[in-house]
T-cell receptor
């Protein structure tokens, strides 16, 4: 079974600064997908960024970027120029496509606090 | 395009009762997945439906069941409710087609908050 580990239960960053959230995962597969989801107090899960394992280039979405280290099974999220609206729970997730469908395996989450 | 909708948003039940939650996916999405979120266990996969068939199932007891209709709307049912079933139940839909590399991207609904007393 695939496991996803987020070792930082809480992180804090000042507005306009940069913060990195860590995620490691365990899998024996070579083709899979990794995601970072954001869950604000409203509880709405919002996809922040995704990475296909077969792509060597790290994904970026505006102020969000990842550092994908396939051999190390590491998938960290960097948030640049942090904004107050970035405050939320962040979940790292793993998924693999197969004929029996797919499911997201989530980490326990990192609570990000953004201070003015 | 309208997002994933879930009804009801909040529900209070007592132990032993049963409950049915509903999820309407994004138009055109045929895959619907259900997740349970609790403070202790985090986010856990319940099951996935595609074209009215359960295609994948998580490690939950048989009290948790679901179904999908021909219009892709899905329901999940929990029978004989236990206190530990109190959770946020999230539904997510996904397109099966690779469009700009967006296959396997799941879009979540706002969730149904179930409280079991």
């Amino acid at each position: 079974a695939q496991t996803v580990t987020q070792s930082q239960p809480e992180m804090s960053v000042q507005e306009a600064e940069t913060v990195t959230l860590s995620c490691t995962y365990d899998t024996s597969e070579s083709d899979y997908y990794l995601f970072w989801y954001k869950q604000p107090p409203s509880r709405q899960m919002i996809l922040v960024i995704r990475q296909e394992a077969y792509k060597q280039q790290n994904a970026t979405e505006n102020r969000f970027s990842v550092n994908f280290q396939k051999a190390a099974k590491s998938f960290s999220l960097k948030i640049s120029d942090s904004q107050l609206g970035d405050a939320a729970m962040y979940f790292c997730a793993y998924s693999r496509w197969s004929n029996s469908g797919y499911a997201l395996n989530f980490g326990k989450g990192t609570s990000l606090l953004v201070t003015p | 395009k309208a997002g994933v909708t879930q009804t009801p948003r909040y529900l209070i039940k007592t132990r032993g009762q049963q409950v049915t939650l509903s999820c309407s996916p994004i138009s055109g999405h045929r895959s619907v997945s259900w997740y349970q979120q609790t403070p202790g266990q985090g986010l856990q996969f319940l099951f996935e439906y595609f074209s009215e068939t359960q295609r994948n199932k998580g490690n939950f007891p048989g009290r948790f069941s679901g179904r999908q209709f021909s219009n892709s709307r899905s329901e999940m049912n929990v029978s004989t409710l236990e206190l530990g079933d109190s959770a946020l139940y999230l539904c997510a839909s996904s397109s099966e087609f690779r469009m700009g590399g967006k296959r396997n991207e799941q879009f979540f609904g706002p969730g149904t908050r179930l409280t079991v007393l």
